[in-house]
C-alpha cells in the first residue's frame, strides 16, 4: 500500500553514509559540531492509506511544501535536537488541503559532516473536514555541505486512526499517513 516504505528511507541512508564521511575539517565545520539553530524549507510526496475490512485502501497521494525550525545539541556522538514544521499539505484523491504542523525531538549520530536521525513527536492535521492531533515517528539524514547549509531527507509516518471515520462512514478504521521529504537548511 505504501509509496514510500521505511526499507527504502534505510536503504538511501545506507547508500549515502558509505560514500566515505569527510571529515570536519573538511568541509570547514568546527570539530563537526552540529549545535546551533536552523531554518529551512522541505518539499517531499507521501500516501495516505487505510484498513478496511482487512484490505488495505489507498486513499491518495499526499504532496507536501513547507518550512522548518529546530535546535540541535551536538554532545560528542549524539545529537540532541527539537524541531517545530508546518507544512501546506494536499491529498489528490480527496480533493482536500490543510496544513500539518509537526513538533518533534530527535536524536541523531554525529559522524561527521553526515547526521543520520531518528523523531518523535505529535503533529496537528487541519483540512477542510477534519482536524486531529496524532502521535509522529520517523527517521532522516542530513549532509553539511557547507559549514551553514545542510540538505537532507526526512520521513515521516502518522497513524490518524479515527481522524476520517466519517468519510469512510466506520469507526475505528486505521489510516496511516507517509510523507517523505526532502530538505535544505542554513544553520546559524
Given at each position: 500500500?505504501?509509496?514510500?516504505?521505511?526499507?527504502?528511507?534505510?536503504?538511501?541512508?545506507?547508500?549515502?553514509?558509505?560514500?566515505?564521511?569527510?571529515?570536519?575539517?573538511?568541509?570547514?565545520?568546527?570539530?563537526?559540531?552540529?549545535?546551533?539553530?536552523?531554518?529551512?524549507?522541505?518539499?517531499?510526496?507521501?500516501?495516505?492509506?487505510?484498513?478496511?475490512?482487512?484490505?488495505?485502501?489507498?486513499?491518495?497521494?499526499?504532496?507536501?511544501?513547507?518550512?522548518?525550525?529546530?535546535?540541535?545539541?551536538?554532545?560528542?556522538?549524539?545529537?540532541?535536537?527539537?524541531?517545530?514544521?508546518?507544512?501546506?499539505?494536499?491529498?489528490?484523491?480527496?480533493?482536500?488541503?490543510?496544513?500539518?504542523?509537526?513538533?518533534?525531538?530527535?536524536?541523531?549520530?554525529?559522524?561527521?559532516?553526515?547526521?543520520?536521525?531518528?523523531?518523535?513527536?505529535?503533529?496537528?492535521?487541519?483540512?477542510?473536514?477534519?482536524?486531529?492531533?496524532?502521535?509522529?515517528?520517523?527517521?532522516?539524514?542530513?549532509?553539511?555541505?557547507?559549514?551553514?547549509?545542510?540538505?537532507?531527507?526526512?520521513?515521516?509516518?502518522m497513524d490518524i486512526d479515527d481522524a476520517l471515520e466519517d468519510r469512510l462512514g466506520g469507526r475505528g478504521v486505521p489510516v496511516d499517513a507517509?510523507?517523505?521529504?526532502?530538505?535544505?537548511?542554513?544553520?546559524?
Amino acid at each position: 500500500m505504501p509509496l514510500i516504505r521505511p526499507s527504502l528511507l534505510a536503504a538511501v541512508m545506507t547508500v549515502l553514509a558509505a560514500g566515505g564521511p569527510l571529515s570536519a575539517q573538511q568541509i570547514g565545520l568546527p570539530d563537526g559540531d552540529w549545535s546551533g539553530l536552523r531554518l529551512g524549507a522541505q518539499v517531499g510526496r507521501g500516501d495516505l492509506g487505510a484498513q478496511v475490512f482487512g484490505r488495505d485502501v489507498d486513499l491518495g497521494r499526499i504532496d507536501g511544501l513547507g518550512l522548518y525550525a529546530g535546535y540541535d545539541r551536538d554532545l560528542g556522538r549524539a545529537v540532541l535536537g527539537a524541531e517545530l514544521a508546518v507544512d501546506r499539505v494536499t491529498v489528490d484523491d480527496l480533493d482536500d488541503s490543510g496544513v500539518l504542523l509537526r513538533l518533534r525531538a530527535r536524536i541523531g549520530a554525529d559522524l561527521g559532516r553526515v547526521q543520520p536521525y531518528l523523531s518523535a513527536g505529535m503533529a496537528r492535521l487541519t483540512a477542510d473536514a477534519l482536524s486531529e492531533t496524532v502521535p509522529v515517528f520517523g527517521a532522516g539524514l542530513d549532509v553539511a555541505v557547507t559549514p551553514r547549509v545542510t540538505v537532507g531527507l526526512d520521513y515521516s509516518r502518522m497513524d490518524i486512526d479515527d481522524a476520517l471515520e466519517d468519510r469512510l462512514g466506520g469507526r475505528g478504521v486505521p489510516v496511516d499517513a507517509d510523507l517523505m521529504q526532502i530538505r535544505a537548511a542554513w544553520r546559524f
